[in-house]
């Protein structure tokens, strides 16, 4: 598992919904604004909204949100995700926070400045608590009773929080807006959209679109607290209509500073407790030649056992930026040049993997293009070609997209 897990991380690809920060400045700014429909609010430009998000200063909050998630995911890949629950063996964030890929999850969150945030994910009778409290960041799993413990002294004197920000911030409803603004640039159209509630709070909606032709993505809005500017809700909704592909809010929300024994942790008796000794940044792969890295493929399940069939991405192949904005798209090459015909034949084959045969049967229908033949893994917000020359086209851009960047970087 550790080494197809190094193997995904070596071709790691960012869509542009997956940054941190807010960049007002670069943002293509339309002059419009909030309608009615919603609460009564005073009229404010996505300037002035932006602005007001910027400025917040909120750091302190506790309540309730949902999250849902359809990516039309294969069978396979739902199921390997674990299925939406929090059930399972190991309390390591990394195989917890994955499974948000998919179905409704209930979170609760609390948060005390930077170095004190909670999350925890219901799931009927069972939870899982994510805990970073100074220089301890704690994982548990209270159906396996499993508790996962990294020491992170750097944590503590402010020196390193990038590492425990991405993992429990990245399911809030506050860090998926950040991420969405940071992205916002001359490729993105922003306006101001209807007002809202929000966990019974007034709320303006911000609204962005992708300029360029050739996303899945239709638009991303991002209710934002008429009062301190802190995101409410954000959805991702998809280029081809439909139910959002993201879905995450609050229901519930109290901005008073929650108690301190909030974020205490001690291991419960005849729990098992994994240590975890590894260091931040010891992989080196996942960047192209500008130093630009990559997540997210390793989101499509099997995709490491076909390129590593192909001699693995992290075994002399390369990756390639195209594009830019919201049609960016990573080129990998394995640099195997086996073709993807011989691949499947020995998926069938009697010794193949199981999961390379699940792979194959889980891929869309095949494409043909300059660039020869291909198949492609569909889903409602990231798709990727393969060609059957070795190469994996990848990006929150349809098929047709795809093809024609196979077409023209064959």
Request: glycine share 14%.
């Amino acid at each position: 598992m550790a080494t197809n897990a190094k193997t995904r991380k070596a071709a790691r690809y960012a869509v542009p919904v997956a940054v941190a920060g807010v960049a007002a400045a670069t943002v293509a700014m339309v002059p419009a604004f909030a309608n009615s429909g919603g609460p009564d609010l005073p009229k404010m430009t996505a300037q002035q909204l932006i602005e007001k998000v910027a400025a917040s200063d909120v750091q302190q909050l506790s309540g309730s949100a949902k999250i849902s998630t359809d990516l039309g995911l294969p069978k396979l890949a739902s199921g390997l995700l674990g299925g939406g629950g929090v059930a399972g063996g190991s309390a390591n964030p990394e195989d917890k926070i994955a499974q948000l890929a998919d179905g409704s999850h209930t979170v609760r969150v609390a948060a005390d400045g930077p170095d004190r945030q909670k999350l925890t994910f219901v799931d009927g009778k069972d939870e899982y608590s994510l805990i970073h409290n100074g220089a301890d960041v704690w994982g548990y799993d209270s159906k396996a009773n499993e508790v996962w413990h990294e020491k992170n002294p750097g944590a503590a004197a402010g020196k390193d929080q990038k590492k425990t920000a991405e993992r429990l911030g990245g399911a809030s409803p506050q860090q998926l807006a950040q991420d969405v603004l940071k992205a916002a640039g001359p490729t993105t159209d922003v306006s101001v959209g209807e007002t809202a509630q929000v966990a019974g709070r007034d709320a303006y909606q911000l609204v962005l679109k992708p300029k360029q032709s050739g996303s899945t993505v239709g638009s991303v809005k991002i209710a934002v607290d008429a009062k301190n500017g802190v995101p409410l809700r954000v959805q991702l909704l998809a280029a081809e209509g439909g139910k959002p592909i993201v879905d995450a809010g609050f229901t519930k929300v109290d901005f008073a500073k929650p108690s301190a024994d909030t974020f205490a942790f001690t291991a419960p008796k005849g729990a098992k407790v994994t240590e975890d000794a590894a260091e931040a940044g010891k992989e080196g792969h996942g960047k192209d030649g500008h130093g630009k890295e990559f997540k997210g493929l390793d989101s499509f399940p099997g995709l490491d056992a076909l390129t590593g069939g192909m001699g693995g991405a992290g075994k002399g192949g390369e990756t390639k930026v195209l594009g830019e904005g919201w049609a960016t798209i990573a080129r990998i090459d394995t640099g195997a040049g086996k073709g993807l015909q011989d691949l499947e034949k020995s998926a069938n084959g009697k010794d193949a993997p199981k999961e390379a045969k699940q792979f194959f049967d889980s891929l869309g229908g095949k494409v043909t293009g300059k660039f020869g033949e291909g198949r492609v893994f569909k889903t409602r917000l990231v798709n990727a070609l393969i060609t059957d020359d070795g190469k994996v086209y990848v990006g929150a851009v349809t098929k047709d997209a795809l093809v024609q960047a196979a077409d023209a970087n064959k």
